[in-house]
């Protein structure tokens, strides 16, 4: 995944432009956000909210549901909690997807991550809600790589899950190469013959994962 990444960044002239269009990427111009979560790095991992005003370097930010209160209880942060975040945030107590969007950080090579219920004080709305909520749209057009939890309907549902893809959707597949034939049996009795070939990326066209992602809750979301 990191080699995928770096060669985005570095080989990808339109990877490396903000979703804007506006300007290209470059790590030692990009701002941080007023707070973000420094998460250490895969050999050493740490977990604490720090204030990065004014500093630049790259970031990753997470999308995703935070959930109803009858489904999940999100971990925030307040006025009381901001002090101790600022020292340590212990990682078993952040919701799953949020944990996972941490791993994912870390093996990118990133060493901060947005989160918005953890980098905005959530009950402050006279002061840091107003002044960072207007922010958010810079926040993700800034951010190196935004994480989107598109499959989770909550803060506490998985960030990866099996994709499950029906092929007998109806629509024909046809076999872009030549077949191979395998026979096919049981206890030394041949039963039939099983026919393989490569598909071509056209094969796929009828198969609109894209869908998948239109219809979720994270589409949805206020």
């Not at 995928?4 to 432009?17: A, D, V």
């Not at 024909?172 to 034939?181: D, E, F, G, K, L």
Request: glycine share 4%; charged share 25%; with cysteine.
């Amino acid at each position: 995944m990191r080699h995928w990444f770096t060669l985005c960044l570095e080989g990808h002239s339109t990877c490396r432009q903000t979703i804007s269009r506006i300007r290209v990427y470059d790590p030692d111009q990009t701002p941080l956000p007023s707070r973000v979560l420094q998460v250490g790095t895969k050999e050493a991992p740490k977990l604490q909210l720090i204030t990065a005003l004014g500093h630049r370097a790259s970031y990753a930010a997470l999308s995703y549901c935070w959930g109803s209160d009858e489904e999940v209880e999100p971990l925030k942060t307040t006025k009381a909690s901001v002090g101790q975040f600022s020292v340590h945030i212990d990682e078993a107590d952040v919701p799953l997807t949020i944990r996972q969007a941490i791993f994912v950080t870390r093996l990118l090579g990133l060493e901060y991550l947005w989160v918005d219920s953890l980098c905005i004080v959530q009950n402050d709305e006279d002061d840091d809600w107003n002044s960072e909520s207007q922010k958010i749209g810079s926040i993700y057009q800034n951010a190196t790589v935004t994480i989107a939890a598109t499959s989770a309907q909550h803060c506490n549902a998985a960030l990866f899950r099996r994709r499950k893809v029906d092929f007998n959707t109806g629509d024909t597949i046809h076999a872009s190469r030549r077949t191979v034939r395998i026979p096919c049996g049981k206890d030394g009795v041949r039963q039939g013959d099983m026919h393989m070939s490569l598909m071509s990326e056209d094969d796929w066209a009828s198969l609109d994962f894209d869908t998948e992602i239109s219809q979720s809750k994270w589409s949805s979301r206020a």
